[in-house]
């Protein structure tokens, strides 16, 4: 089967990108090492193509009503804001997790890669006699996020727009990019990102996104920016304790259990799921998602079983080396009574029953926080 590509592609093939499969997509995981374009994250400022997400728009007199409907949480209203959210089956199965902008005049909703086919059949069905308009904008957009410490500063040279620095955390807007000798534009820059730095998104037409790449390395060089794949942003984001659709999410985990009721507003309304969620809500969940440190350096990766006292109780979901902590760190589902920090586990680690310990998340929290959670 032929790999899709993004518009930066063939950016990544002249930067000597090593290239993988990833939901369909032919996508860098790596330039350099993983743990050089982590540290540089960490420290300085890392460069994305997550071009792959889907960006999907809602407009019409019932597009409000519709994504009341389609997310667990509130759907934001006021211009400029962005919700974290679920999309869940009528039994609280998550279906995927979204970021839901309100636009000027519409919202759009960025996917995961491997669910947009999913995504928009599921839209498509819940909109049947609904007077909304559903539009996938992934192929003619492309989308760059400058995650690190200095990310205001490298896209604060490239993007003109009031107050850059003053943008909070969970806040879009619409910006212009001025090139010169040619016309503006016209792009979107959020402050979000999946890596547990401060960061921004970029939406760029397909057009302009080589060389709007170009100019943020060009910008952010001395700045220490460097081009990342998608290996260190598993790595950031499992140190931040942030899940990931296919291991932390799926038609199988409720959003209560996935430790995401944050996302989850049951008092305001009917939205798909939201009795089969309350349900969890008031039996309690019977598996819960934890974080936790190996007491050795083996690392317990995805499928392992949890054990505890012997018996198996549960199962890993991710884990990795962190390199921010120099220790092998990890998430998974466990019994409520086996969930609680300092909890002592064992994992199977290909046969041999290696010591845990559940800790809190995340792993990881920067020092300075720049701008308010959402």
């Known amino acids: 089967m032929d790999l899709k590509t993004t518009p930066l592609h063939a950016v990544h093939l002249a930067a000597g990108g090593h290239m993988v499969d990833f939901a369909s997509y032919d996508m860098p995981v790596r330039y350099g090492t993983i743990v050089a374009e982590h540290d540089a994250v960490r420290t300085a400022a890392g460069l994305f193509d997550i071009s792959h997400m889907g960006r999907v728009r ?76 559903i539009d996938d904008h992934t192929a003619d957009t492309a989308m760059i996020a400058v995650q690190g410490p200095e990310c205001a500063e490298i896209v604060s040279h490239v993007v003109h727009m009031p107050l850059l620095e003053t943008l909070g955390y969970y806040r879009a807007s619409p910006a212009v990019w001025e090139r010169p000798g040619e016309s503006p534009v016209e792009i979107t820059v959020s402050r979000t990102g999946y890596t547990g730095e401060d960061g921004f998104e970029l939406i760029v037409p397909a057009e302009s996104a080589e060389e709007m790449w170009r100019e943020l390395l060009e910008v952010g060089s001395s700045h220490g920016l460097v081009p990342c794949g998608l290996g260190c942003r598993d790595t950031l984001r499992l140190e931040a304790g942030m899940p990931l659709y296919g291991h932390e999410l799926s038609t199988e985990t409720d959003p209560l259990t996935a430790g995401l009721g944050f996302a989850v507003a049951l008092e305001k309304g009917d939205f798909l799921g939201r009795d089969a969620i309350r349900k969890v809500k008031e039996a309690g969940p019977k598996q819960v998602r934890v974080g936790f440190e190996m007491r050795g350096r083996r690392v317990a990766r995805e499928g392992a079983a949890v054990l505890r006292g012997g018996e198996a109780v549960g199962v890993v979901t991710s884990g990795t080396h962190s390199p921010t902590l120099g220790k092998a760190i990890g998430m998974a589902y466990v019994p409520p009574d086996a969930a609680a920090e300092g909890t002592e586990l064992e994992i199977d680690v290909r046969g041999r029953a290696e010591p845990a310990v559940v800790v809190s998340l995340p792993f990881y929290k920067r020092q300075t926080m720049k701008a308010e959670h959402p």
Request: with cysteine; charged share 25%; proline share 5%.
């Open 58 to 133: 809602f407009s019409g007199p019932d597009a409000a009503a519709l994504l009341d409907r389609l997310l667990t949480n509130r759907v934001p209203t006021e211009p400029g804001r962005v919700k974290y959210g679920l999309l869940c089956r009528e039994d609280g199965g998550i279906l995927d997790d979204v970021l839901t902008t309100r636009l000027a005049d519409d919202w759009l909703m960025v996917v995961n890669a491997s669910n947009r086919p999913t995504c928009l059949e599921w839209f498509h069905r819940q909109a049947d006699g609904v007077d909304v308009a």
